[in-house]
């Protein structure tokens, strides 16, 4: 652990979403293809997920690919998704070994076929570890997952399972694709813009915003830690007044 940062370990988010953006930036900064952005990137998801699981945080949900995303060019997009496929299958010892358990949010549908299947493979091969979950978002728009969830609302409540009068935030929650987990407590974007870019909309109603323009590929251990610590310091209310929470 770093000597200079100081992170309280019995005050740890429990959740940590990231979106992490600035890939193409960086490689272009350095005359690269933007690919060559991706794959450095590739080397911060590594790192990160470890320090997690060192740390003992127990939920990690990354932003890998928006619903928009399929919005760029064929090259890029399917650059991605093979970086991707390479991922999951290059780190499943890991996973295994370091009590890591793979989960995913996004349209799956909509992700090629080798892509799934590694993914579901993973996930399978994964589902008893109990040390960190590793969560990712793939093809996920929050948007998206909302119209997802409404679907599978209303046809509870046409089927007489569910009565929409008693509907409440817990209903609404469990059928989103994030049912189980809880909501993150910090979010980190990387890459200095300052925008949600439909990630977690539901999710992140209370969680702590830390902006950072570190480009994700340059997005390792340390910074990572000063976000944590910085978390830390922050005085959560939902709602309540500075006095009452102290008084809790
Ligand atoms: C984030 O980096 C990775 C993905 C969105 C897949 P970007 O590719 O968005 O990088 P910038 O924002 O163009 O620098
Ligand atoms: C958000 O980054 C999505 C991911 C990090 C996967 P983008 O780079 O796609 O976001 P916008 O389009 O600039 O808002
Ligand atoms: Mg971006």
Excluded at 49 to 69: D, K, M, P, Q, R
Excluded at 171 to 176: G, H, K, T, V, Y
Aim: hydrophobic share 35%.
């Amino acid at each position: 652990m770093s000597e200079s940062i100081e992170v309280d370990l019995n005050r740890l988010p429990r959740h940590v979403a990231i979106i992490m953006d600035g890939n193409g930036r960086w490689a272009q900064k350095k005359r690269k293809p933007r690919l060559f952005g991706h794959k450095a990137g590739a080397t911060s998801v590594q790192e990160i997920v470890e320090v997690s699981g060192e740390l003992g945080i127990e939920f990690l949900t990354l932003y890998a690919f928006s619903s928009e995303n399929w919005r760029r060019p064929e090259q890029e997009v399917s650059g991605l998704m093979s970086i991707l496929k390479h991922y999951l299958e290059s780190e499943l010892p890991k996973m295994q070994k370091n009590g890591i358990r793979l989960v995913s949010i996004g349209d799956q549908t909509r992700l090629p076929d080798a892509v799934r299947k590694s993914l579901q493979s993973v996930i399978k091969a994964t589902e008893n570890n109990r040390k960190l979950t590793l969560n990712l978002a793939l093809s996920y728009g929050g948007r998206d997952e909302i119209v997802r969830a409404v679907k599978k609302i209303s046809q509870r409540c046409v089927s007489g399972d569910l009565d929409v009068q008693s509907l409440c935030d817990d209903d609404i929650s469990q059928s989103l694709d994030t049912c189980g987990m809880p909501d993150p407590d910090l979010l980190i974007r990387t890459g200095g813009e300052a925008r949600l870019s439909n990630f977690l909309l539901w999710q992140l109603s209370y969680a702590e915003i830390y902006f950072t323009g570190v480009m994700w590929p340059d997005f390792r251990k340390d910074v990572y830690l000063n976000a944590i610590a910085d978390f830390q310091q922050r005085q959560r209310r939902f709602g309540k007044t500075g006095e009452q929470v102290i008084k809790e």
